[in-house]
């Protein structure tokens, strides 16, 4: 018979070894190999459960040494400060701009922020040689 060892690296010197071997002893067999999977397997789960207890004192250890809290480690909303993606929200919107240029055509009231490409109504009325200063909202400009 092979090693125990070669068994487990072919399927077929396992194949051809069990065959030599009566049901009942087969069935024997797999019952202890099960027990001694078990028992390995429980020993790895208390070697795990070891492990991860003592980084939980290394970690308390760590929070008493430094003054610090459990509850110092839960993240705390910042103050009424926002960024961007706060600002944005979820869907990543941007917040609305204030316009900060304004131009009446034919009774329409035209408005824009200043930021990126003008408007065609805009760009038509400054290639018309008028400046951006003369479409300036008021209030915009006096910041």
């Not at 429980?42 to 809290?69: S, Y």
Request: with cysteine; hydrophobic share 35%.
């Amino acid at each position: 018979m092979s090693t125990f060892r070669d068994l487990l690296t072919s399927k077929t010197m396992l194949k051809a070894d069990a065959r030599k071997l009566a049901i009942d002893e087969l069935e024997k067999l797999i019952k202890a190999l099960n027990e001694v999977l078990a028992a390995e397997k429980a020993k790895a789960a208390k070697k795990e459960e070891a492990a991860r207890e003592a980084n939980i004192r290394k970690i308390n250890k760590l929070l008493a040494e430094t003054g610090l809290d459990p509850e110092d480690l839960k993240k705390k909303k910042a103050g009424k400060r926002k960024t961007a993606t706060k600002a944005r929200g979820k869907a990543g919107k941007r917040a609305k701009v204030k316009p900060k240029y304004r131009l009446v055509v034919d009774g329409k009231e035209h408005l824009w922020s200043g930021r990126g490409r003008a408007p065609k109504v805009f760009q038509a009325h400054f290639d018309a040689g008028n400046s951006k200063e003369s479409c300036l909202i008021e209030s915009a400009g006096k910041r």
